[in-house]
């Protein structure tokens, strides 16, 4: 092979423009050029289409490269023809007319093509495989290998299919590549693809110039991520949102606010997906706002943010999809946003799926939560996910070690652990330990008579939030593995064995609280950089126009808004508008314009400089559903039936009018109040808010709980609030 190595070198030089590879992309290329089964485990950026594009165009034949996305292919073989003689590589999928179909299979049959990158479905059809048997095949080259998985975060059934079409074809040298797959996936590929005793070639996951940071995910999302753009105004970079409809909100909200953007899903018409890519890539546009249809081999190397508006559904989405940022070794700023209810949401999804994608799918959601909560050093953790040892304590790059936590001493909570998981017989999940050493009487604990076990319940004085860093932390420590094939369950492993025989100091950091930020953000908005004195003065105003006009002070602003106001510092009646639970209705007030007066002297008065460039303009993201409410309603139609025919459930409907007569519009529920509320019941209700000094749904209960039910009291704040405040 020695002497082969400056051939590779020329090659090299001569089709790409590069002096030399990068890490084992010498040794891959050669390995498949020797004709041997290859799989290829390298992060993304690390040049894995070069391991198949070179080699294809020194061998005779065609490489055929089996790609998920046609924006892939065309983006590949738009590089690869601009750096060689025409016809080297084309594609073969649903995009192409019958001309451009027969033009490229002539192409292939002359020897002129030396890299056909088809999707798996084309590769399926018939007519195709037929075509193929006539070609000479080089190699076959199955990129994003991790989609034949179903323990990989992008599962394809047909790419199942494709071992027995390369049978059927005719036999050559497999290449597999994927930038991420933990052991499970990586055996499952070998397997399925009938390449079990290919040579791997495996690279270090780490990428030192990656940023890891998990924010909390409150109400004011939307103003954070518009602030950080702003910030970093001009980089390119992308959102990933779970759904097309966020994704398209989101995009109009950034367009609102004077940036760059574009909404990119696989809904949209394919001529529009090419241009908005097309854009991206030649900076006409900053920001793509995408579901995960977008970047795969996107190969732009200066994508300086990556931010996840929504917690991925796995760890290899969350790497693969960061993996994105900061490609030329520069900086990368990976920033996700995370909410316990989006677990739930996204739990709640799965239902329907066949028993064990559920499975699968839950234990998947359960590493990313493990991820997102813990205060580890991130690329620790990620990195062990993957398999592999990352030795720093501190990578001075995430969160979690430029802000490090207290380390408590946990010893004896971790010999609670290890012995439960040798009491039980290595047979458990996480989930189920904890609950074991807690001492919580599950209807499994009590199926499999656990609860007679004397180490049940050994750790219940203890605090219940440290037992999932325990096991977390003990899983990187080496002192716990979970077992690869039968997915989740904990096994202890020597060094767990030694530790149990003498105990010594484990130290560990307390997770992140992202509960406490979810109730929080409920109440308070999560507003900050709250102005107390102008917050004061504002309470002052409110309280002296609440006695003119004898209304509670609630009925005026809540206290939610007049906080947004101390923070934001609105000085005119439209940017009065953008403050939580003030709309059309409310700027109309003739007190509006004492609230913004008072705020513009206070500005001048401390010669307050405001971040006008950060105020975010709102769109109307929801108006369409809150103008079908108030239209139902003034046609008096049935809440419960309005919620029914707008999918929604009854509290969530509540949710949307109470928005509405907050924000200043006025709504008449009498005649719906009359056929499912008692008069004098309804009356006391009414009387109490009148006579409240605030509107607090919990005070509410505390007060009137034992007669009435929670949605009572809220149709009756409703329309008191319409009457009063409207």
């Known amino acids: 092979m020695a002497n082969k190595k400056p051939n590779l070198t020329a090659a090299l030089k001569k089709y790409f423009g590069f002096d030399k590879f990068k890490g084992d992309q010498e040794a891959i290329v050669q390995n498949v050029l020797d004709g041997k089964d290859t799989f290829v485990l390298m992060p993304t950026g690390g040049g894995k289409s070069l391991c198949y594009q070179l080699p294809s165009l020194l061998m005779e034949g065609t490489a055929i490269v089996i790609s998920p996305l046609i924006a892939l292919m065309k983006n590949q073989v738009d590089v690869i023809s601009s750096m060689s003689d025409e016809g080297t590589a084309h594609y073969l999928n649903s995009s ?198 977008f970047g795969m081999g996107i190969d ?3 994508v300086r943010f990556v931010i996840h508006y929504d917690i991925p559904k796995s760890l290899e989405g969350y790497y693969q999809e960061t993996g994105r940022a900061g490609r030329d070794g520069g900086e990368g700023l990976c920033i996700t946003f995370y909410a316990q209810k989006d677990l739930q949401k996204l739990d709640k999804f799965m239902e329907g799926k066949p ?81 074991f050493v807690t001492g919580h009487e599950t209807e499994e604990i009590l199926a499999h008579k656990h609860q007679n076990q004397e180490l049940f319940g050994a750790g219940e004085e203890e605090d219940e939030k440290l037992w999932n860093p325990v096991i977390r932390q003990a899983l990187i420590a080496g002192f716990l593995k979970k077992d690869v094939e039968n997915y989740g369950l904990l096994r202890l492993t020597a060094a767990g064995k030694r530790f149990l025989k003498k105990p010594d100091s484990f130290m560990i950091v307390k997770d992140n609280d992202f509960a406490e930020v979810d109730d929080s953000m409920e109440h308070e908005g999560g507003t900050s950089a709250l102005d107390p004195t102008l917050s004061a003065m504002l309470k002052d105003l409110r309280k002296k126009v609440s006695k003119r006009m004898e209304r509670p002070p609630y009925v005026i602003f809540q206290d939610v808004s007049i906080e947004q106001m101390a923070t934001d510092y609105p000085v005119t009646l439209e940017e009065l508008k953008n403050i939580q639970g003030v709309g059309e209705g409310k700027v109309k007030q003739p007190y509006a314009k004492e609230f913004v007066d008072l705020i513009k002297r206070y500005c001048d008065e401390n010669d307050i400089v405001r971040q006008a460039d950060l105020r975010v303009r709102t769109v109307a993201k929801k108006s369409i559903l809150k103008v079908k409410i108030i239209q139902a309603i003034d046609r008096q139609i049935a809440l419960d039936d309005i919620a029914t025919a707008q999918g929604l459930d009854f509290e969530d409907l509540l949710d949307e009018v109470e928005a509405i007569v907050y924000s200043g519009t006025k709504l008449n529920i009498d005649y719906f109040l009359e056929e499912v509320m008692d008069e004098d019941h309804l009356n006391d209700i009414y009387d109490y808010f009148a006579d409240s000094d605030t509107d607090s749904l919990e005070a509410a209960l505390d007060e009137l709980g034992s007669e009435c039910t929670e949605d009572e009291i809220r149709l009756v704040r409703i329309k008191f609030l319409s009457e009063m405040a409207n």
């Open 96 to 293: 192409l007319n019958k001309a451009a179909i027969d033009q490229v299979k002539a192409d292939v049959l002359e020897g002129k093509t030396k890299l056909l990158y088809v999707a798996p479905e084309s590769l399926t059809k018939e007519d195709n495989v037929e075509f193929l048997k006539q070609a000479k095949i080089s190699f076959y080259a199955i990129d994003e290998a991790h989609c034949i998985s179903e323990w990989g975060h992008d599962f394809r059934p047909e790419y199942r299919r494709i071992r027995p079409i390369i049978n059927e074809i005719g036999a050559a040298p497999v290449i597999a590549l994927t930038a991420t797959a933990t052991d499970k996936v990586r055996t499952d590929i070998k397997k399925n693809l009938g390449i079990l005793d290919a040579d791997e070639f495996k690279s270090s996951f780490n990428r030192p110039n990656l940023y890891y940071e998990v924010r909390p995910k409150t109400q004011d999302v939307d103003k954070d991520i518009i602030k950080f753009i702003k910030l970093h105004a001009g980089k390119s970079g992308i959102i990933y949102c779970l759904s097309r409809k966020k994704v398209e909100e989101l995009a109009e909200i950034l367009k609102a606010n004077d940036i760059k953007a574009a909404a990119y899903h696989a809904g949209l018409e394919s001529t529009l997906r090419s241009q908005t890519q097309d854009d991206f890539l030649m900076e006409r546009i900053d920001v793509i706002v995408a579901t995960i249809a």
């Open 355 to 435: 028993v064990a994608e559920q499975d699968i799918g839950r234990q998947l959601l359960q590493e990313t939560a493990a991820y997102a909560e813990t205060s580890v050093c991130r690329r620790k953790m990620l990195l062990h996910y993957f398999g592999e040892d990352y030795q720093q304590d501190n990578c001075h790059n995430c969160d979690n070690c430029l802000h490090p936590k207290t380390k408590i001493e946990a010893e004896k909570l971790l010999v609670i652990v290890l012995k439960a998981v040798q009491v039980l017989k290595e047979n458990f999940r996480a989930d189920y330990v904890i609950d």
């Open 300 to 302: 732009k190397p200066d």
